[in-house]
C-alpha cells in the first residue's frame, strides 16, 4: 500500500503553528510528505461570501466547528481585519522543511481569489497569480518550484493550460483515481496530473457514523487500496491543530498495516508520460463539500 500525504496550507494560522506540529510528527514518525502552501495574503474572511454562493458552506461551517478551529483571527483576516502574508511571513518555517527532507509546492497565491474567482479573472488574473506566487517560494527557497496543486480543487482550461507552459514535473490539482494527462479542447497537455484520491478530514467530520476519532481513523483505513495510490490531502489548519492526535492515530494505523509513505515528486519521478491516460476535467460535487471541484472524468480516453 503506497499513502502519499499532501498536505495543503492555506492560511497565516497553519503555516505558524499548524505546519511545525506536523513536520515533528511525520519526522517523529519517519514518514514523508509533501507540503503545498498559499504564497500570498490570507483572506480567509472572504470566503464568508460563499454563504451566499454555496449550497452547504453554512451548514459545512457548523458541522466542522469551523469558528473554533480556525479562530477569529483567521476567520476576519481581508475584512475587518487587515490580511497578512502567509508564506513570507515564515520563511524559516519552509526553508525548515526542505531542509528536513519534505517536498514543498505551491497551492497558488491569493487562496480565497482562485478558489471564489477562477473564472472571472480571466487568463491575465490567472499569469498574474502564478506569477507572484512562483516568485514568492523562488525569493524564499531560491529555485523555481516544481509542482502546483490548485486552491480548492478548482481549476479551468486557462489555468490547466497556463501551467502546462511552465514545464512543471506534475500538477494536483483535482480528484480521481490515479494519474493521467489532462486534454483540453483537443489537445493533449504533457503535464502529468495526480489527483487526490481520497476525501477529506472536513468533508467526513460530523457524520452520524463517524461519531469519534476512532471511527474516523477506521474509515479512512478502509479506504485505502492495498493496490494503489493512494493520495489523501489533509489541512494544516484541521489535522495539524486541533485534528492532530486523531491524525497521528490514522499515520501510525497506517504503518501498522504496512503503508509505504511517498511524497508527490516520487510518483511523478517514475511516470511514463507516454503511457499515462488521457483524461477530461470535468466538474462534479463530492458529499461534505460545498461548492463544485475539478475531476479527473470517469470515462478516459486513450492515450496517445
Not at 514568492?136 to 523555481?144: D, K, N
Not at 504503518?255 to 483524461?279: D, I, T
Amino acid at each position: 500500500m503506497e499513502v502519499a500525504l499532501k498536505i495543503d496550507v492555506d492560511t497565516h494560522q497553519g503555516l505558524e503553528l499548524g505546519v511545525p506540529r506536523l513536520a515533528s510528527m511525520l519526522a517523529s514518525e519517519g514518514v514523508a510528505a509533501s507540503f503545498y502552501i498559499a504564497m500570498g495574503p490570507d483572506n480567509s474572511g472572504r470566503a464568508i461570501l460563499r454563504v451566499f454562493r454555496n449550497r452547504g458552506f453554512l451548514s459545512k461551517m457548523f458541522r466542522t466547528s469551523a469558528v473554533s478551529m480556525y479562530g477569529a483571527r483567521t476567520i476576519l483576516s481581508g475584512t475587518i481585519l487587515p490580511s497578512r502574508p502567509i508564506a513570507l511571513s515564515f520563511p524559516g518555517i519552509i526553508r525548515d522543511l526542505k531542509a528536513h527532507g519534505f517536498e514543498i509546492g505551491v497551492h497558488g497565491y491569493d487562496h480565497v481569489r482562485w478558489q471564489d474567482q477562477l473564472d472571472k479573472i480571466g487568463e491575465s488574473g490567472i499569469r498574474n497569480e502564478l506569477g507572484d506566487a512562483f516568485e514568492a517560494y523562488r525569493a524564499i527557497l531560491g529555485e523555481a518550484p516544481r509542482s502546483f496543486a490548485a486552491p480548492g480543487w478548482r481549476t479551468n482550461d486557462a489555468a490547466l493550460v497556463a501551467l502546462d507552459a511552465m514545464a512543471l514535473d506534475y500538477r494536483s490539482d483535482t480528484r480521481g483515481i490515479a494519474p493521467y494527462r489532462c486534454i483540453v479542447q483537443g489537445r493533449v497537455l504533457a503535464t502529468p496530473e495526480i489527483p487526490t484520491t481520497l476525501p477529506t478530514l472536513d468533508e467526513v467530520m460530523g457524520r452520524r457514523e463517524l461519531p469519534d476519532d476512532g471511527a474516523v481513523r477506521d474509515f479512512f483505513l478502509t479506504l485505502c487500496k492495498p493496490d494503489a495510490l493512494n493520495v489523501h490531502t489533509i489541512h494544516a489548519e484541521t489535522e495539524g491543530m486541533g485534528q492532530l492526535e486523531g491524525f497521528t492515530a490514522l499515520v501510525r494505523g497506517l504503518k501498522q498495516r504496512g503503508a509505504k509513505f511517498v511524497q508527490l515528486r516520487e510518483v511523478a519521478a517514475r511516470l511514463n508520460r507516454a503511457e499515462l491516460p488521457v483524461c477530461e476535467v470535468i466538474r462534479t460535487t463530492l458529499p461534505g463539500r460545498a461548492g463544485w471541484i475539478s475531476s479527473q472524468a470517469p470515462v478516459r480516453i486513450a492515450s496517445e
